[in-house]
């Protein structure tokens, strides 16, 4: 087929034990473009209920961090113990993830066996990194997870020095402006309010208390009225709905293609392609969303909460999205267009 998709969707689970994963929804359509590009590094980690404040909190009120783009993916610039690179914003990841290819000098301890969307990844070993700097902030003495990501460079043509998520900026209110390509930190006291008031005040079109379990925040949204839970994943290129959700939630979609999924192993297996049709956040409908149908079990495993979809990129750029962990509120100003 012509119409190729170039996508990101890398589940990798961190484990000391195996899991099993099954086979994805089926369909008769056996033509199939090769989803190339990896992944939304989806990664339950060995420290993923360590959070880290900045050496420097403090000191800073609040801090603008400029994004990059490699594709779909968004990207900060970081010094990581004198290397410098490009460190993927990844919400989806429980704990710190770095590139062996970049600090296998480094001490490692704990290997761990890892599994992905396709198959067995290989083994993960964890390290300590003496400093951290991006932005204005800077974090010392951190444990990580080390495994291999130079798939993700390859795909991107990017050095990718490694990823992380909530549990860098979870002490401040974060909010997120993918159009904008920006990501805003404002210094929260114990309440969750702001240490100095802003003139920017973040006011929601819509917004919700949100659950969240280690450095993983979920939301819930209804597909063909049925409230499904949502993993929110800046990592993930693009939506996706588990295959086991019902076919009262897959009839909803409209199925364009099916396509062959690569993880972080060599193995590949075939997942459909489409677009969500009837998804709403509260009362807001938000239609033609890009996604994908895959088995999410192994997931909802790893994360100890049953996940129904991931909600990526095609899901942030619908606005500018706020969230406070303490107060556990997740809001959303919707762009003037997007939503239909």
Known sequence: MSNKTSITLFLLLVFTFPLLVASPLSTANKNFTSISGLPSPVVASLFQTISYTP???????????????????????????????????????NGLVFNSTYF????????????????????????TIDKIEFANLTYKKVRADLTNLGHIENSKGIKI?????????????????????QLKLYRIDKTGNRIVNDQYKFRPDYSQLFKTNSNILYLTGKIGGKTLNFCLDTGAETNVINSYSGKNILSTLTITRRSSLRGAGSSRSEVLFGRMNDFTLGSKPINGMETVISNLEALSEAYGTKIDGMLGFNFMEQ???????????FGIQFTKGDVK
């Open 104 to 127: 296998r000098n480094h001490v490692r301890s704990d290997v761990s066996g890892s599994n992905g969307i396709t198959g067995s990844v290989g083994n993960v070993e964890h390290i």
């Open 55 to 93: 050496e420097n909190d403090q000191k800073i009120d609040s801090v603008i961090i400029p994004l990059k783009r490699a594709g779909r993916l968004l990207l900060v610039e970081a010094n990581v113990d004198g290397e410098t690179g490009n460190l993927v914003f990844d919400t989806g990841a």
């Open 319 to 329: 606005g500018i999205v706020c969230i406070n962990f303490v107060k556990r509120q």
């Open 161 to 181: 020095l490694g990823l992380f998520g909530f549990n860098m900026i979870r002490d401040f209110e974060i909010i997120l402006d993918t159009k904008g390509n």
